[in-house]
């Protein structure tokens, strides 16, 4: 088994990611560096992943949400590897989003020891560059790091 | 009324599963001089020599996973209609999803006997890993729903499950100690089973030794990669009473879930009310045994899908055998372990071996075991079970289960 090194995301050809209209907003915000979630303007439920209608109350209206950018650790796993990158250190994380309740992500802590990651670890979001020129929002363990358990 | 008599009565019981048939179960490659659809033609001769009925006969299939074979092919009944010489389809339906819908497909088949559709409907699962299951969303193109979980490097089903894991263990305590005796209990029912891949013990040192593929599950925690094919044969009570076997009537069978659960691993969002950290099978449970007439303690053997250790742990609570949270401690008590002799507060748990040490062909093998066990045929037989609880995988919707008894 290879040492666990510092986490990072996968390198920007590996992922490729594709949108629908109800996607297209959030990774055009990402690309400007800004995490946006949708809102419904009906029922002010926050959703994500970005889908056509709000599974509250059916509306098909959406708000288009600018966020802060702070998340909390909601659950983590830390994988040393990917098909073809052995030595690749991950640390994929489902965080909540304090200023979207409800809606979660699915991203990556970078920049920090696996250890270093814990249930209610504080985030603060940045942008790693994929494919076709797109950002992906991912996290980085909030200075000061609030830490630990 | 006894408990006997009362169990006897319960539940739908007006189809029946009549023959089990499977290939060898080979390990990853192994099977490879055979064409997929060969290994599940062959699994079909076998269920229908089991049951005494020839393949001729055969006028309906009733498929899960959207009738693919694993995950990389599709079956086609076209295709099993016209070489195996069936002489008229008259019903052909799959569950959407995929493993989740094992055992809820002898609902599909029995939907189909009952509605007079079909009189002899196959249900059959074959696997080859051509792609390796284990990394399978790593060689996946990307769709947009898919594109908000796939960029952090989820590469498969543990990576996926290891994120519930960690919030189970966070939320109640649980450790890796139980999702260890899980994993070694289940190989030592494998032991004595001649078809079984994993038949030497597996120890407590072996399982904190092992690498982990995705922290908290190491490699015991996966089941394995595994090849072959298993055909059920289904039909109805009256009919099943002619046939060679001893009819394994369907006492209860469900599948969906609920919006809480939805696409589960592929989006995250489960409420943290205890649905997040758990299979998605409570309302499954609750239907199930609601149409059975029957609770978990009336349950004499349980085939819970072990495509990873915690998910066991996980069923064990949703299907109440015993409460929310408390899988760590159930386990780690022994309950799971095989005992031909039936004990309050404790059920046998894959006395087949299960899929972390038979073999894995997405939930079939556990049908062929809640059959045997029904029939009183099974390797590590419960004495006397009356009822076999049956479940597909936790996963995207729908999840399913099953409920297998004895015939009057
Ligand atoms: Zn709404």
Redesign the interface.
């Known amino acids: 088994?290879s040492e666990t090194g510092i986490a990072t995301?996968?390198p920007a050809e590996l992922?490729?990611?594709?949108?629908?209209p109800?996607?297209e907003p959030f990774?055009r915000a990402a690309k400007e560096r800004r995490l946006v979630a949708p809102r419904c303007a009906d029922c002010t439920a926050f959703?994500?992943?970005p889908?056509p209608f709000c599974?509250h109350c059916q509306s098909a209206s959406v708000e288009w949400v600018e966020l802060s950018g702070r998340a909390t650790v909601?659950?983590?796993?830390?994988?040393?590897g990917?098909?073809g990158l052995a030595d690749?250190t991950?640390v994929?994380?489902?965080v909540d989003l304090p200023d979207a309740p409800?809606?979660?992500?699915?991203?990556?802590v970078v920049g920090a020891a696996?250890g270093d990651v814990r249930?209610g670890t504080e985030l603060t979001v940045d942008f790693h560059p994929?494919s076709d020129g797109w950002l992906?929002p991912v996290f980085r363990i909030a200075d000061p790091p609030l830490g630990g358990e | 009324m006894s408990k006997n008599v009362r169990l006897k009565h319960s539940g739908l019981r007006d189809t029946a599963i009549v023959g089990v048939g499977a290939t060898p179960y080979y390990k990853r490659g192994e099977s490879a001089d055979r064409s997929i659809n060969q290994l599940a033609g062959e699994a079909i001769l076998a269920a229908c020599a089991d049951a005494g009925l020839s393949v001729r006969d055969v006028d309906g299939l009733a498929f899960y996973s959207l009738a693919r074979a694993g995950y990389a092919d599709q079956m086609e009944a076209g295709e099993f209609v016209e070489t195996l010489g069936i002489r008229e389809l008259r019903f052909s339906a799959a569950l959407t999803g995929g493993g989740g819908g094992s055992a809820g497909a002898i609902g599909l088949a029995r939907a189909a006997i009952v509605a007079g559709d079909a009189s002899i409907v196959v249900t059959v699962m074959a696997l080859q890993q051509r792609t390796r299951l284990g990394?399978v969303f790593?060689?996946k193109a990307?769709?947009?729903?898919a594109?908000?979980?796939?960029?952090?490097?989820?590469?498969g089903p543990g990576?996926l499950m290891?994120?519930?894991t960690?919030?189970h263990m966070?939320q109640y305590g649980t450790t890796r100690d139980a999702f260890a005796e899980i994993a070694m209990s289940t190989r030592a029912n494998a032991l004595n089973r001649p078809k079984a891949r994993y038949r030497e013990p597996l120890t407590h040192d072996q399982y904190f030794g092992a690498?982990?593929?995705?922290?908290?599950?190491c490699l015991y925690d996966f089941c394995m990669e595994s090849e072959g094919a298993v055909a059920v044969v289904t039909t109805s009570i009256e009919r099943a009473r002619d046939l060679r076997q001893k009819p394994v009537p369907v006492v209860s069978v469900a599948h969906g879930g609920t919006?809480e659960w939805g696409r589960a691993f592929s989006?995250?969002?489960m409420p943290?009310d205890g649905t997040?950290a758990s299979s998605g099978h409570k309302s499954i449970a609750q239907r199930l045994y609601q149409r059975a007439g029957v609770t978990a303690e009336d349950i004499d053997v349980a085939l819970i899908y072990d495509h990873f250790t915690p998910m066991v742990l996980m069923q064990l609570e949703d299907y109440g055998f015993c409460a929310k949270g408390e899988g760590g401690p159930y386990v780690l008590s022994g309950a799971i372990r095989h005992s031909p002799e039936r004990k309050p507060g404790r059920v046998s748990v894959n006395p087949h071996g299960g899929q972390l040490s038979e073999a894995y062909i997405i939930g079939a093998t556990h049908i062929v075991e809640g059959v045997e066990q029904m029939r009183g045929t099974a390797i590590n037989q419960v004495t006397d079970a009356e009822l076999a609880l049956v479940t597909g995988g936790p996963a995207a919707l729908p999840v399913s289960g099953l409920i297998l008894g004895r015939d009057r």
């Open positions: 088994m995301a996968l992922v490729r990611i594709t949108t629908d109800s996607t990774w959703r994500l992943p889908t599974p909601y659950t983590y796993t830390v994988v040393q990917f098909p690749i991950l994929p994380v489902v409800g809606a979660r992500l699915v991203t990556n696996p249930i994929i992906l | 990394t790593a060689a990307s769709t947009p729903l594109s908000f979980v796939q960029p952090s490097g989820l590469a990576h290891s994120l519930l960690r919030r966070h690498r982990m593929l995705a922290d908290p599950l919006r989006w995250f969002g943290d997040f």
